[in-house]
């Protein structure tokens, strides 16, 4: 017995020592030239941490069981793209594999599958076009994600995130945003005490389309203006620009800001 028990302890630790982390950049300078080359050469176990940059994929990029797929610079700044025609996912998450400040952007159908029990945090999930945003294929929980655009269908576990996207089921057609506290959101109603949900604009700093989806120093989704008073950040990204006071002034006013003085 102490014999067996000895050679499992022998054996997690090999497994912990050959653990290795591959960097890869948009040179083709890292451990692994790309992304696909580093995940056909990845253990459980493994990280694949992406530098700074944006990634196009030429083709669906599969993440083995395992297998932490993790943004050096956060989703703001590491982007993963697939422009290509509807029909197959840009991104497939593999069972215990996860995802951490990746901001994925695809037109594909859908943009990201998770084969479930996978973890995906900090991350931005974005469709380019009309085509479904997400599926599971078994228990998936979102945590501090943005999911942009395209549509959603429930359920969905999706905690202190923010939902920009169009409803599949439940409140059909309709386009919302979201922030949510403790699991499975309910865009119909406008503040959900029971589920700690309200239906408010995250106040982004940039443009729709931009790609600046920093806060607002007055959005909803910052603990210090949380409509339950919850000391708790939602959404992938932080505070990130200022609101802009607007003042009205007169046609005279404004030449007046001009003058020669």
Same mark, same amino acid.
């Given at each position: 017995?102490?014999?067996?028990?000895f050679?499992?302890?022998?054996?997690?630790?090999?497994?912990?020592a050959?653990?290795?982390?591959?960097?890869?950049?948009?040179?083709?300078?890292g451990?692994?030239?790309?992304?696909?080359?580093?995940?056909?050469?990845?253990m459980s176990?493994?990280?694949?941490l992406? $530098?700074?940059?944006?990634?196009?994929?030429p083709?669906?990029?599969?993440?083995?069981?395992?297998?932490?797929?993790?943004? $050096?610079?956060?989703?703001?700044?590491?982007?993963?793209?697939?422009d290509a025609?509807?029909? @197959?996912?840009a991104?497939?998450?593999?069972?215990?594999s996860?995802?951490?400040?990746?901001?994925l952007?695809?037109?594909?159908s859908?943009?990201?599958?998770?084969?479930g029990?996978?973890? @995906?945090?900090?991350?931005?999930?974005?469709?380019?076009?009309?085509?479904?945003?997400?599926?599971?294929?078994?228990?998936?929980e979102?945590?501090?994600?943005?999911?942009?655009?395209?549509?959603? $269908?429930?359920?969905?576990?999706?905690v202190?995130? @923010?939902?920009?996207?169009?409803?599949?089921a439940?409140?059909?057609?309709?386009?919302?945003?979201?922030?949510?506290?403790?699991?499975?959101?309910?865009?119909?109603?406008? @503040?959900?005490?029971?589920d700690?949900?309200?239906?408010?604009?995250?106040?982004?700093?940039?443009?729709?389309?931009?790609?600046?989806?920093?806060?607002?120093?007055?959005?909803?989704?910052?603990p $210090?203006?949380?409509?339950?008073?919850?000391?708790?950040?939602?959404?992938?990204?932080?505070?990130?620009?200022?609101?802009?006071?607007?003042?009205?002034?007169?046609?005279?006013?404004?030449?007046?800001?001009y003058?020669?003085?």
């Amino acid at each position: 017995m102490r014999a067996t028990v000895f050679m499992l302890v022998i054996i997690s630790i090999a497994s912990l020592a050959s653990a290795r982390t591959w960097r890869v950049d948009t040179a083709g300078t890292g451990d692994a030239p790309t992304l696909h080359a580093a995940m056909d050469s990845v253990m459980s176990g493994d990280i694949v941490l992406v $530098e700074a940059g944006q990634y196009d994929l030429p083709a669906a990029l599969g993440v083995p069981g395992g297998v932490q797929l993790i943004g $050096e610079s956060g989703a703001a700044h590491t982007v993963i793209q697939r422009d290509a025609p509807p029909g @197959i996912a840009a991104v497939y998450l593999l069972s215990g594999s996860s995802m951490r400040g990746i901001h994925l952007r695809a037109s594909t159908s859908p943009v990201l599958y998770s084969h479930g029990g996978t973890d @995906i945090v900090f991350c931005i999930v974005e469709a380019t076009a009309y085509v479904s945003l997400v599926q599971m294929g078994g228990p998936t929980e979102f945590t501090r994600c943005l999911l942009l655009g395209g549509a959603l $269908e429930f359920p969905l576990s999706a905690v202190t995130s @923010i939902l920009a996207t169009t409803l599949l089921a439940g409140v059909a057609g309709s386009d919302f945003f979201s922030c949510d506290f403790a699991g499975a959101v309910d865009p119909s109603i406008e @503040i959900s005490e029971l589920d700690f949900n309200f239906s408010l604009d995250p106040e982004f700093c940039g443009l729709s389309g931009s790609g600046n989806y920093f806060l607002k120093s007055t959005s909803p989704c910052l603990p $210090e203006n949380n409509p339950f008073g919850f000391a708790v950040p939602i959404g992938p990204l932080p505070m990130g620009c200022g609101s802009v006071a607007v003042e009205e002034k007169t046609w005279g006013g404004v030449k007046a800001l001009y003058r020669d003085r």
